[in-house]
């Protein structure tokens, strides 16, 4: 069973959301008061950071920069958002849903909100994170039972397959690496990274789970820039980066207080936290 280590908390108020420059590593509270906000993602061309609100039931945004310009984007009928994704060249954000087990789609501005697909009616078919993979024009989601699924980004969802079967493992956030030929995810009760091939039905592999080398992951975001993958780690209280080809493990920020979700912006240049 491995080293004992101590339970921490599955949920909490976020204090706000942070910002660094990665190649400086300065660190900015650009937002406070953000309730229970499991993911967060970037508009880098019109300069704005979108989160899912779990604790109000809303989407909202604000302004890249320095926080400010807080608004609601969408509120009517949004039930228990999880995650937050956004596929700029069509300006469009999915979210996942929670209360209705079934992603959304709307406009970047909140307008012409869709169905996009539902999952099912059991509390374990409920999607959780998700992932844009803009290059292969797919949506990829996680249900509560740490099934992976994935759907064309401009269809009705009438295409999704499932490309990894759920089981008593904790897939809290996954990403793409689709030149790579990778699908990563965070499995936070197992205490690792695992990785496996694109094809549905593929075998994963554990790809990070050396105890010096990780400890709680939670949310992870790809660096295409440096060819790394990060992570937030609410274990060592800090984000942490692999080289996608060695596996090489270092530490980007350090001395957080449990931090949850994670973001890149497009230029690889900031990355922002709660």
């Known amino acids: 069973l491995g080293p004992w280590r101590p339970c921490l908390p599955c949920g909490r108020l976020d204090r706000g959301t942070r910002a660094a420059r990665l190649a400086t590593l300065v660190v900015a509270l650009i937002l406070q008061a953000i309730h229970r906000t499991r993911a967060v993602d970037i508009d880098a061309s019109e300069g704005k950071l979108y989160w899912a609100n779990y604790g109000e039931n809303k989407i909202q945004r604000a302004s890249l920069v320095d926080g400010s310009d807080v608004e609601d984007v969408i509120v009517d009928g949004v039930d228990g958002p999880w995650g937050v994704a956004l596929h700029e060249p069509s300006c469009r954000l999915f979210w996942s849903d929670t209360g209705t087990m079934s992603i959304r789609q709307a406009h970047l501005d909140g307008s012409d909100v869709v169905l996009f697909l539902t999952l099912g009616n059991g509390a374990s078919d409920a999607p959780t ?33 499932e490309l990894q079967p759920g089981y008593n493992d904790d897939r809290h956030s996954i990403a793409v690496d689709y030149g790579g030929g990778f699908l990563y995810w965070a499995d936070t009760a197992q205490f690792r990274l695992q990785r496996a091939p694109l094809d549905a039905g593929s075998i994963p592999t554990t790809w990070i789970d050396d105890f010096n080398d990780i400890y709680v992951p939670q949310r ?55």
């Open 129 to 161: 994170a998700l992932f844009v993979d803009s290059e292969g024009g797919k949506l990829y989601w996680v249900q509560q039972d740490s099934r992976v699924g994935r759907a064309g980004l401009f269809g009705d969802g009438s295409d999704a397959e």
């Open 220 to 274: 992870i975001a790809l660096h295409k820039q440096s060819g790394g993958l990060l992570w937030t780690d609410n274990g060592f209280g800090q984000i942490r980066r692999a080289d996608l080809d060695t596996a090489v493990v270092e530490v980007i920020v350090e001395d957080l207080s449990f931090p949850i979700a994670l973001a890149i912006d497009g230029s690889g240049q900031m990355l922002f936290w709660t």
